[in-house]
């Protein structure tokens, strides 16, 4: 029982909590200066989330993708490089899986995993892009990933404009059946939510996350070079190397996500006008998550679970968007600046150490 | 030091669960106001929502003009303030669960307002047949569906009958958003009612590929009018805003180029300086009218409404006289009547 009590008032466990209890605080107020109420608008949100089989499926599906952008800017971080290129790596992602999706005729048991698995490639490869950049000319990896996001958003618009979109269509046409990763028995339980294998996939890319950097021996040297890279390279690994891979494995995890949001929820790719924003709130959950796999998991669940019940905050309490984007601005914020947090968790820190004692 | 800061937190966490506590107290009386006055509504009453796409309720265009047309409805028909609502869209994603939403809600209409969301409402459709949607500027094939449509093509006639009577350098513009169906409508219009008056304009066409960029907006019309147009007009939504903004910058600095704005009246946003005038499509109108006939039960299900200059549904801005000559606006009303008479038929694809 201790030791239960141990975990929960830890301090990597406290702060995030501690931030969200804040930032969800300062949504309140927010709120309350607009002239809303906020206690109804967050029982609107948990009801939006809870209150129906649909929009509970719903929501898994939104986790699912933000699951995956976490893990790939997380697995960045563990190297020491700030990965804001996990939206292109899933937009290509989405494209290659498309391409295998709708151009190829195999069974069932071999189309999926591998379109799954050219999501996978794909995302790596432009993911490494960026590590090859930093690794051979030391060019800074936020600038070309950032420019890389771009790059990505308009060759998947003219790879899908050129090759597999019908004349004066807006999207490609539907990938083969036997490509399909929707669960069918389990969306008709959820009454038609588009709920899809991409999901358990993200739980074991999290279990994937953790084995690799802890349990292996390029893991390590993963983690080492993150830690100090002069001292890594001291100790005689290949910084160069494991940079490259950090930035490939980050990206198959977006890629994945990518390949996932084809083959499981819309089964076609349609042309985007503008990012589809899940690299960049991947950021945020591998920030609130603090670079664990446990933790990004968990902050995706809050993540999708804000993004999608905020459309109740709207429906049953009447607030707009615009002031829901604040509480979730908000608890970002909070988790970002630890500093203001641990003056918080202090005193609750400080009274278990005496007691303690 | 530590001690001061502990009580601050305790003070600041109190403090907020005071204020929370008041919020509630608060809006009670509100929440029962709102259900009085329900109750003391007219006979007809009905819940009427729309989806919008991925522009938002603010966009200057036409995701707000059927609100607009929606909160009209609402007056018009006495309705409680809760009966009409929108959901906004911030990714195709959430199109099927933001119209699920009010379909599992039991709303009477449920709106889904622009060409990209008509394969999502399909689905939602199908899923469940008992529900009444309608959409705009998409043609969807379902019996609880019904498409409204607009002759575009007929209204930007006009818009480059006018702009090819203005134009001093012989040249026009044509600055389109994505190019798509709808927007291709647009374009062929305008260069049909451009070459009508005068065969040896030239008309420069580019697609920026978004709806909401104002920044490639801007720079998009600096090259077309680096080229000598001196009139654009803009299909694009929020991207137009910088076709606008340019013509501003080049305003001022002496040159004589003039935009001619889309979907609402433009020169309402962006002065009468550089509007010369706006193709309107009155979406506000379609979403209250097939609203409006739901509550005396007419509702067509399954039907593909086309609405074009002979309906009203598009045509020129009112406040057009103020920069556009009477003899241009007098030709364009002849163009205007050729056309409802279906002397002249206008290109569409």
New interface residues.
């Given amino acids: 029982m201790n030791k239960v009590i141990a975990v929960f008032t830890k301090e990597s466990f406290l702060v995030p909590l501690v931030a969200i209890i804040l930032g969800l605080?300062t949504g309140?107020?927010a709120?309350?200066a607009g002239g809303?109420?906020?206690?109804?608008a967050y029982v609107a949100l948990l009801e939006?989330v809870f209150g129906?089989a649909?929009?509970f499926g719903?929501t898994i599906?939104?986790i699912t993708p933000l699951i995956f952008t976490g893990l790939a800017v997380a697995f960045a971080f563990r190297t020491g490089l700030f990965n804001i290129g996990a939206e292109g790596q899933f937009i290509v992602g989405m494209v290659a899986s498309t391409a295998v999706g709708v151009s190829f005729d195999l069974p069932a048991y071999i189309h999926a995993p591998l379109a799954i698995i050219a999501g996978a490639v794909a995302g790596g490869l432009w993911g490494s892009i960026a590590g090859y950049l930093k690794a051979a000319r030391g060019v800074n990896e936020v600038i070309t990933s950032i420019m890389l996001n771009w790059v990505a958003l308009?060759f998947a618009?003219w790879v899908m404009n050129a090759f597999f979109i019908p004349a004066?269509q807006?999207?490609s046409e539907m990938i083969q059946d036997s490509a399909v990763i929707t669960i069918s028995w389990l969306s008709a339980m959820f009454d038609?939510a588009?709920l899809h294998w991409g999901t358990l996939i993200a739980i074991l890319a999290a279990i994937f996350f953790y084995v690799i950097l802890w349990k292996t021996k390029s893991g390590y040297e993963l983690r080492a070079v993150g830690l100090n890279p002069h001292a890594s390279e001291y100790a005689g690994m290949n910084v160069n190397r494991n940079v490259v891979k950090a930035m490939f494995i980050g990206g198959m995890f977006a890629g994945i996500g990518g390949a996932c949001?084809i083959l499981g929820?819309?089964h076609y790719q349609?042309?985007m006008?503008?990012q589809?924003?899940y690299g960049f709130d991947g950021i945020a959950v591998a920030l609130i998550g603090g670079n664990t796999p446990l933790g990004v998991v968990l902050a995706a669940i809050l993540f999708g679970i804000l993004?999608?019940g905020s459309?109740g905050m709207?429906?049953g309490a009447?607030v707009p968007?615009e002031l829901i984007r604040v509480v979730i601005a908000s608890v970002i914020f909070f988790v970002a600046a630890h500093g203001i947090v641990k003056?918080?968790v202090?005193?609750i820190l400080?009274k278990k150490k005496e007691g303690g004692n | 030091m530590k001690k001061v800061l502990s009580v601050l937190s305790v003070a600041t966490l109190s403090l907020s669960l005071v204020l929370a506590g008041c919020g509630s107290k608060e809006a009670q009386p509100q929440g029962q106001t709102g259900a009085n006055g329900g109750a003391t509504g007219s006979a007809p009453t009905i819940k009427v929502a729309m989806v919008t796409d991925v522009g938002g309720v603010n966009d200057n265009s036409f995701n707000q003009s059927a609100w607009e047309g929606l909160q009209k409805l609402q007056k018009d028909l006495n309705l409680p303030q809760d009966n009409v609502n929108y959901l906004q869209s911030t990714s195709d994603a959430e199109y099927v669960p933001n119209l699920t939403q009010f379909v599992k809600d039991k709303w009477d209409l449920t709106w889904g307002i622009g060409y990209l969301m008509g394969d999502h409402l399909k689905k939602v459709a199908t899923e469940n047949p008992d529900s009444k949607l309608a959409i705009i500027d998409a043609e969807v094939d379902a019996p609880n569906v019904e498409s409204v449509l607009f002759k575009e093509h007929e209204g930007s006639f006009l818009a480059g009958v006018v702009a090819a009577k203005m134009s001093k350098s012989k040249k026009v513009g044509f600055v389109g958003g994505v190019e798509i169906p709808v927007i291709k409508r647009f374009e062929l219009g305008f260069e049909a009612g451009v070459k009508a008056v005068d065969p040896s304009v030239q008309v420069i066409k580019v697609y920026t590929g978004a709806f909401d960029k104002p920044d490639v907006g801007k720079s998009t019309a600096s090259s077309i009018y680096g080229q000598g147009v001196d009139i654009i007009f803009h299909a694009s939504g929020g991207t137009g805003d910088g076709v606008f903004n340019e013509a501003k910058d080049r305003k001022a600095k002496g040159q004589d180029v003039w935009v001619i704005g889309v979907d609402k009246d433009q020169s309402l946003t962006f002065g009468d300086e550089i509007t010369l005038t706006s193709m309107v499509k009155r979406v506000d109108e379609a979403v209250y009218l097939v609203s409006k006939d739901l509550t005396e039960g007419k509702f067509e299900g399954g039907k593909i409404k086309w609405l074009g200059l002979a309906e009203d549904g598009v045509g020129l801005a009112s406040t057009s006289t103020k920069n556009v000559p009477e003899d241009v606006l007098k030709l364009a009303e002849e163009y205007k009547q050729k056309i409802v008479k279906g002397e002249i038929t206008v290109p569409d694809k």
């Avoid at chain 1, 809303?36 to 109804?40: L, Q, R, S, W």
């Fill in positions: 605080l309140a107020v709120m309350l809303f109420n906020p206690v109804k939006k129906s649909y929009n719903e599906r939104q308009y618009n004066g807006q999207r038609s588009r949001e929820v819309f349609a042309i006008t503008s589809p924003g993004t999608f459309a709207k429906f009447g968007v003056i918080f202090k005193p400080k």
